[in-house]
């Protein structure tokens, strides 16, 4: 995927030309939207809203659930990649934090996940997508199971306070408190001081 592409994709996530409509106005999610259809929240992962008559109703999933609207309904974190961008205005293009094929583009606080030419992969280094065998595509992965004994834990992709965590094969969006940023080596999180951060 050329520079020209990622900069189309950019423009049209910034733009708000997106299947949910507007993305700074909630009340204009449900154009177009068939009656009895519920539309994912552009900012909330557990948020959704119900569309009747052009109209959006909000609504929230129960804790520990996300909004799948693929499936229209809260499901189980593990099975709806969801992510929250930190950045409320602007673009930012991040690595997916599992497939090097895809990238996340958060523009205005909304993210997208997008998917490179077949043969492509995302370079975090130019931010852009690269013939694979230029790419270090050596990303670690969530197992296809989880094991009791042993959690595992992904490095964040956009900040030094954010990791992953995963559960039943897919990453899980989390943060460290204010003040302290994830220490991948250790696996937990710590000072700023003490932390390595490689985001900076």
Same mark, same amino acid.
């Given at each position: 995927m050329s520079t020209r592409t990622l900069l189309l994709l950019s423009f049209v996530a910034m733009t708000g030309l997106t299947v949910f409509g507007d993305p700074f106005a909630v009340s204009n999610l449900c154009v177009? %939207?068939? =009656?009895?259809?519920? %539309?994912? #929240?552009?900012? =909330?992962?557990?948020? !959704? @809203? !119900?569309?009747?008559?052009?109209?959006?109703?909000?609504?929230?999933?129960?804790? =520990?659930?996300? !909004?799948?609207?693929?499936? &229209?309904?809260? #499901? @189980? &974190? #593990?099975? %709806?990649?969801? @992510?929250?961008? /930190?950045?409320? /205005?602007? %673009? &930012?293009?991040?690595?997916h934090p599992q497939n090097c094929t895809q990238f996340i583009t958060c523009s205005n606080g909304t993210s997208f996940i997008s998917q490179c030419e077949e043969g492509y992969g995302f370079d975090r280094r130019t931010q852009v997508c690269n013939p694979l065998k230029r790419v270090n595509c050596e990303q670690q992965q969530c197992p296809d199971k989880d094991d009791p004994n042993e959690v595992v834990f992904l490095p964040g992709v956009e900040r030094c306070d954010e990791y992953f965590i995963c559960r039943g094969g897919s990453p899980v969006q989390a943060f460290c408190a204010p003040g302290l940023y994830w220490d991948a080596n250790n696996k937990r999180c710590d000072l700023k001081d003490s932390v390595k951060c490689p985001l900076n």
């Open positions: 177009g %939207v068939p =009656d009895g259809y519920f %539309v994912r #929240d552009l900012y =909330d992962c557990q948020a !959704y @809203h !119900y569309c009747f008559n052009g109209t959006a109703t909000p609504n929230k999933c129960p804790n =520990d659930f996300y !909004y799948n609207e693929l499936k &229209q309904l809260c #499901d @189980h &974190q #593990d099975k %709806v990649l969801c @992510h929250n961008c /930190t950045e409320k /205005t602007g %673009v &930012q293009i991040l690595p």
